[in-house]
């Protein structure tokens, strides 16, 4: 049911055919967020770098008895994961209201708009690596070649975060309340997820919470092939692919079945 529903649009020859317009919508997004910005693209790399070290000096000391060895790296990979999906989710969201007077106006895919939202945030993500990797040399964590793993878990997020945001796109057009909850829905998987905290601190009766939390998945294998220098539980690479592709699977045919009726509500 799934595969005809796909093939029923020619999402593959749609994807080929607006290749090109889908970089465009790319380098526009990237544009507009730092139009106005004095130092533009720089904020890729400035933005986590004084997070990094604000919340490291909060933190560090905080949680030193814990075992947290090498707290900025710690706490940046985190960061920066959760940031891509939370900025790749919120764009993509939002991306068919922004866009409703092409919309209305000119015949391109609608799921163009969503996934060029979530492949703007990627790029920015991407940069922001190297920020990670800076912090990294400077606090002498050894450069091992399970950093090259780290793409696996990097997939999985990227494709997690395009089924997750087409959901929304979907969900955003017809509650327009989803734009509110959404950034409280935000909050609370942040506050969730061993993001500036160790998971150990977690009492024993909730740590099912990241059992079954994919981007704690995700920053768990990160964490592994960056800052430990090894490679990442196969079981929890797993969890993190097969979430991310059913997320996509599940955005691509809730996103599918209402977008016909888009233009009734935009």
């Not at 770098?49 to 710690?74: A, C, D, H, Q, R």
């Not at 993509?92 to 409703?100: F, G, L, Q, R």
């Not at 000119?106 to 969503?114: A, E």
């Not at 017809?174 to 609370?188: A, I, S």
Request: hydrophobic share 50%; proline share 4%; net charge positive.
């Amino acid at each position: 049911m799934i595969t005809e529903n796909i093939k029923d649009h020619r999402f593959i020859f749609n994807f080929r055919k607006y290749r090109y317009l889908l970089s465009q919508l790319v380098k526009r997004n990237i544009k507009l967020k730092y139009r106005r910005s004095v130092l533009g693209i720089f904020w890729s790399f400035l933005e986590p770098l004084f997070t990094m070290i604000v919340l490291t000096i909060i933190f560090s000391t905080l949680f030193k008895g814990w075992g947290v060895e090498n707290y900025p790296v710690y706490l940046l990979t985190g960061k920066l994961v959760f940031d891509f999906y939370a900025s790749g989710t919120s764009a993509a969201m939002n991306s068919i209201k922004s866009n409703a007077s092409i919309i209305k106006t000119l015949y391109v895919p609608k799921y163009m708009y969503s996934l060029a939202a979530v492949l703007s945030s990627f790029v920015t993500f991407l940069l922001s690596l190297i920020v990670l990797f800076l912090v990294m040399i400077a606090t002498s964590v050894d450069l091992t070649i399970y950093i090259i793993f780290a793409s696996l878990p990097i997939l999985a997020l990227l494709i997690f975060t395009i089924g997750v945001g087409l959901i929304m796109a979907t969900l955003t057009v017809f509650f327009r309340d989803m734009e509110h909850l959404y950034g409280v829905l935000l909050t609370m998987i942040m506050y969730a997820t061993p993001i500036f905290y160790p998971p150990q601190i977690v009492p024993e009766s909730f740590r099912f919470i990241q059992t079954y939390n994919p981007l704690y998945a995700i920053i768990s294998c990160c964490r592994d092939s960056f800052m430990n220098g090894a490679l990442y539980d196969p079981g929890q690479l797993s969890f993190a692919l097969l979430s991310a592709v059913g997320a996509l699977l599940l955005g691509m045919v809730l996103f599918y079945k209402y977008q016909d009726r888009f233009m009734l509500y935009i």
